[in-house]
């Protein structure tokens, strides 16, 4: 059979990705779209590609579940990182981490652990959460249309090096009512980030000179892949050094 024109042009970009490890897809396809990618292709082009691994996708809602209207639903609650993850999460997912914030939705044999712990905690993206667990596994993150700057992952260093400097007090925080897809509900008490001016990006060359990050286009489209423990490994350092470091110059 033949593949696909998305897997034509996906499947060259994924080589160093182990097909039994993680893969993190942050997502912004209306570039590729209007060529005629379909967003349904590019997720079984990834599905397929990582057969024996693991497919993630973030499904963030904090613009919608706020401390005025607490109520997440596992199921009914779509997402606003675009139409690629929400079409994941709706067709192709098995599960999606329980937070009134930063869920992920995900497939494969470790998805159901991975995605276990994230109600854990207080913070957007804890030692709990998903993108902590991965740092056990063989993970890429790759970002369709967009950079670094859409990376939930570096939330993970902040959190634990300057957790004061970059998440609201816990004081401030509100209690969210989480229910599953079995029907059951979670308490969540969380916090919110501040509103900073980060600069992500700054981290892109750095890796890229350590051949741990790459960049290009399919068709106009940027896209960037990372190693996620190379990436995580590099901005654990530079907040350790300074825990500014992930914030921008003004």
Request: charged share 20%.
């Amino acid at each position: 059979m033949a593949r696909s024109r998305e897997a034509d042009a996906f499947l060259p970009i994924l080589k160093d990705v182990p097909r039994d490890g993680v893969l993190i897809v942050h997502s912004a396809i209306g570039t590729l779209s209007r060529q005629g990618f379909r967003a349904e292709g590019m997720i079984e082009a990834f599905v397929d590609y990582m057969a024996g691994g693991n497919v993630f996708m973030p499904t963030m809602t904090w613009r919608t579940v706020r401390p005025d209207h607490p109520i997440w639903d596992e199921i009914g609650t779509p997402s606003h990182t675009g139409v690629l993850s929400e079409i994941f999460r709706t067709r192709y997912a098995t599960g999606r981490s329980i937070h009134p914030t930063h869920s992920a939705a995900g497939l494969g044999p470790a998805a159901n652990a991975l995605l276990s712990r994230h109600h854990i905690g207080t913070t957007p993206v804890s030692e709990n959460s998903p993108y902590a667990l991965m740092r056990d596994y063989d993970a890429y993150v790759l970002m369709i249309g967009c950079g670094l700057e859409t990376c939930t992952a570096i939330h993970l260093p902040e959190e634990t090096i300057a957790v004061d400097l970059y998440v609201r007090p816990y004081e401030s925080g509100a209690l969210y009512q989480c229910r599953d897809r079995r029907g059951t509900v979670h308490e969540v008490w969380a916090r919110r980030h501040w509103s900073l001016n980060r600069n992500f990006p700054k981290f892109a060359a750095p890796l890229a000179a350590q051949g741990r990050l790459k960049t290009a286009e399919i068709l106009g489209c940027p896209y960037t892949i990372v190693s996620l423990r190379a990436l995580l490994r590099h901005v654990f350092a530079s907040l350790i050094a300074d825990p500014r470091a992930t914030l921008g110059d003004n």
